[in-house]
């Protein structure tokens, strides 16, 4: 493992996804998983979002729509929150969301919506 671009990983990992939750799922890693999270923070954050020349924002968006079209909900979830702590935008989330009911269906449209939908009450912003 490289020391440092899995510091970098972390940081970056828990400015997007809250240290409260990285810290969580680190501490209830086991002897089966740890390998996995420490190359997914080594490699997807701190190579990936370690890469300055994409900001942050921008990647959130990206990640939102490419997530969506993996159907891959739960972790949808998690980065709609993220994207709000990268500066995402309500309006912009809302394009979002209609990019990816153009692209991905109105299936998934519906269900990121009533996802955000969630997510935006809890962060009272609805």
Same mark, same amino acid.
């Given at each position: 493992?490289?020391? =440092?671009?899995? #510091?970098?990983?972390?940081?970056?990992?828990?400015?997007?996804?809250?240290? =409260?939750?990285?810290?969580?799922?680190?501490?209830?890693?086991?002897? @089966? +998983? &740890?390998? @996995?999270? #420490?190359?997914?923070? #080594?490699?997807?954050?701190?190579? %990936?979002? %370690?890469?300055?020349?994409?900001?942050?924002?921008?990647?959130?968006?990206? +990640? !939102?729509?490419?997530?969506?079209?993996?159907?891959?909900?739960?972790?949808?979830? !998690?980065?709609?929150? %993220?994207?709000? +702590? +990268?500066?995402?935008?309500?309006? =912009? !989330? &809302?394009?979002?969301?209609?990019?990816?009911?153009?692209?991905?269906?109105?299936?998934?449209?519906?269900?990121?919506?009533?996802?955000?939908?969630?997510?935006?009450?809890?962060? %009272?912003? !609805?």
């Amino acid at each position: 493992m490289d020391k =440092e671009l899995f #510091e970098k990983g972390l940081a970056k990992r828990k400015a997007t996804l809250g240290a =409260e939750y990285v810290e969580k799922n680190l501490a209830a890693a086991d002897d @089966f +998983n &740890r390998p @996995f999270q #420490e190359a997914m923070t #080594e490699w997807c954050w701190g190579f %990936g979002w %370690g890469d300055e020349t994409i900001d942050v924002k921008t990647r959130s968006m990206m +990640n !939102l729509t490419m997530i969506a079209a993996l159907g891959k909900m739960a972790e949808w979830e !998690l980065h709609f929150k %993220g994207a709000i +702590n +990268n500066g995402v935008t309500k309006e =912009e !989330l &809302r394009a979002i969301i209609h990019a990816i009911s153009i692209y991905c269906g109105v299936p998934q449209g519906v269900e990121c919506f009533r996802i955000a939908r969630k997510v935006l009450e809890e962060e %009272g912003m !609805l």
